[in-house]
């Protein structure tokens, strides 16, 4: 199923304008990761009706530390490591810096409302702060909650102590899935401060063939993300005699680690790594050319890249956890949730494979036309003018 019509620009209907700041650390295209792709996507569509300023650290490739970027005016307070990461863990003295440089700039201006990424953390005290002097309406785009045995594999107890603190500070919060939202609720925050709003696709019209027996996998090799259930489903298949090309798009610490059992199994033909795709265009193509999009997940805060792939005519599976919203997005016959079983993975794969798999076609376009970026946009629209 292809989903061909065409997303429409600026949708909007309210005609009062906002002042807004967009605080996160990391910014699309420099950073590609869902919260900063949801924070792009929505304020380069609001920018021609809405006053919009991001404030965030200065990346190579930038042009300055003060420019325009379609139609958003980027500041850039402090700079950005060359890496985020250290052994799969975010930095802190980056976040401590940037949440400290930050404070200035807050003060030398006033907005209606500052929108704010809930990671990492810190600069949301430095937001609250500044609001003791000003006031503007604080929200914070919550992507996912982590609990306190993940805190502790990720970073530190610490984290989840500081989490708890963030959830407190601002007015609202915007969360991304149904399932955050409630682990938001459960973590004692009044269910009335909790506004769901989900994260949205482009719809593209890509002209390739679709290969029948390729799956595909987009996302940071790690852990969490179970990689290694898929390929063991692959071995399964051939093992069964059936013929299958399973692509592998993303980096990693995992990534030796899958590519020795890709070898020990003799799959070097069936498994494909690729690394990263630079473009969104060259990433629907993989997806407009794959059967299935795998996404055996432990953890995610909503799972835009299934979302996608789902727009592009890819059959979505993923995994049955508490933690993986993801599944909202293949449940009423739009895809399939399966347990944590390599045996259950490689039926459902050749089920779908063979066309025995049914699937609600007209569900699976009718809820992708409600979770474009323009529809998002105009939920993100509405609520921002609902807050004055």
Not at 22 to 29: G, Q, W
Request: hydrophobic fraction near 40%.
């Amino acid at each position: 199923m292809l989903v061909l019509a065409k997303s429409f620009k600026n949708p909007y209907f309210l005609l009062r304008t906002v002042k807004i700041a967009i605080v996160s650390d990391v910014i699309y295209p420099w950073v590609k990761g869902g919260g900063e792709r949801r924070f792009y996507e929505v304020y380069k569509r609001l920018a021609g009706k809405h006053e919009i300023h991001w404030y965030t650290m200065f990346y190579e490739g930038m042009p300055s530390k003060e420019f325009v970027h379609e139609g958003i005016r980027v500041h850039c307070v402090s700079n950005a490591p060359v890496n985020l990461y250290s052994k799969g863990k975010r930095k802190i003295f980056p976040a401590i810096k940037f949440s400290l440089a930050l404070i200035p700039r807050l003060l030398k201006e006033s907005f209606d409302v500052i929108d704010s990424n809930q990671f990492p953390f810190l600069h949301n005290f430095s937001i609250k702060f500044v609001n003791l002097f000003k006031r503007q309406k604080f929200i914070i785009s919550w992507l996912e909650i982590w609990d306190e045995e993940y805190c502790k594999e990720y970073s530190s107890y610490l984290t989840y102590l500081i989490q708890g603190r963030v959830l407190k500070l601002p007015e609202k919060i915007v969360s991304i899935s149904k399932t955050t939202s409630k682990k938001i609720v459960d973590e004692n925050v009044p269910r009335k401060r909790v506004v769901t709003i989900p994260l949205g696709v482009n719809l593209v019209d890509v002209k390739t063939k679709r290969k029948n027996n390729r799956l595909l996998f987009v996302g940071r090799l790690i852990k969490e993300k179970n990689i290694d259930l898929v390929i063991r489903a692959v071995k399964n298949l051939k093992e069964r005699g059936a013929k299958t090309e399973f692509i592998i798009l993303g980096e990693g610490p995992e990534k030796e680690n899958l590519k020795e059992l890709v070898e020990k199994w003799g799959l070097e033909k069936e498994v494909v790594f690729l690394g990263f795709v630079k473009t969104y265009e060259d990433i629907a193509k993989l997806m407009s050319s794959s059967k299935l999009f795998v996404l055996p997940s432990e953890r995610e805060g909503f799972g835009l890249v299934l979302l996608e792939a789902m727009s592009n005519g890819c059959v979505g599976l993923t995994l049955e956890h508490e933690n993986n919203a993801a599944m909202e997005l293949v449940q009423k016959g739009r895809g399939f949730i399966l347990k944590k079983d390599a045996n259950a993975w490689a039926d459902m794969i050749k089920e779908v494979l063979d066309g025995k798999a049914k699937l609600d076609e007209k569900e699976i376009e009718s809820f992708i036309m409600k979770n474009t970026w323009d529809a998002v946009s105009k939920k993100i629209d509405v609520f921002l003018e609902g807050l004055k």
